[in-house]
């Protein structure tokens, strides 16, 4: 199976995508108190908007994406959208969005030299993997605490349910990719397949010039 990952840094968002997005987004990029905050959601939208739209020849505004929650019925659950699957992450500069046939997660996280990442992986992480950490100094330390956390979330995210000590190898019937996306990040892409995804990783930065074709 394939799966797209599209990536954007998050100086690339720019007022005129508003024109796209419908009452329910225009109300969620109003309610964010932080520009970077509004912004990257923004940038998550359009990427969504314009790959959809070049894929079943609409224009992106006329896209209709359902954030229904499950639980509440309220417009703030994830994003998705009739015949394909979606996952939208952002951290730091940047926000990636993964397209799929199959149920996927996609997480990037920035590298944070500050956090008690011990802390943080005794709550969060299995035996085995504090351990592993534990083994670890200085930023080495952080970025292996980063790299394997994405892992988690994007896990979390294709399946719907938390999964601990995913490190080495994935459970069966879930495959999780580690991606490169620099050394101020770390980035996982996690797919409910028995089989390894191929996994192209394309830039947006073209797909966000006005009437570019992502798939040239």
Not at 126 to 143: E, M, N, P, Y
Not at 145 to 167: C, I, P, S
Request: overall charge negative; hydrophobic content about 45%; some cysteine.
């Amino acid at each position: 199976m394939t799966v797209e990952v599209w990536w954007a840094e998050v100086g690339a968002a720019r007022d005129e995508f508003l024109a796209d997005l419908d009452q329910v987004e225009l109300e969620r990029f109003a309610a964010y108190k932080r520009i970077v905050d509004n912004r990257r959601f923004l940038l998550g939208v359009t990427i969504v908007r314009r790959v959809l739209a070049a894929r079943f020849s609409l224009p992106a505004a006329s896209i209709r994406l359902d954030r229904t929650c499950p639980e509440c019925g309220k417009p703030h659950g994830k994003v998705r959208a009739d015949g394909v699957e979606l996952s939208v992450t952002h951290s730091g500069e940047l926000v990636g969005v993964a397209f799929a046939d199959r149920p996927v997660g996609l997480d990037v996280e920035k590298v944070d030299p500050e956090l008690d990442v011990d802390a943080v992986a005794r709550v969060a992480f299995a035996a085995d993997d504090v351990r592993a950490l534990s083994r670890r100094t200085g930023i080495d330390k952080v970025r292996a605490f980063t790299e394997q956390w994405t892992r988690m979330e994007a896990a979390l995210k294709a399946t719907g349910e938390g999964l601990r000590g995913v490190r080495q190898r994935a459970p069966d019937g879930i495959q999780v990719v580690q991606l490169d996306v620099g050394e101020d990040h770390r980035a996982a892409l996690a797919v409910v397949s028995a089989e390894p995804p191929v996994v192209h990783v394309r830039d947006a930065s073209g797909l966000l010039s006005s009437g570019s074709d992502p798939h040239p």
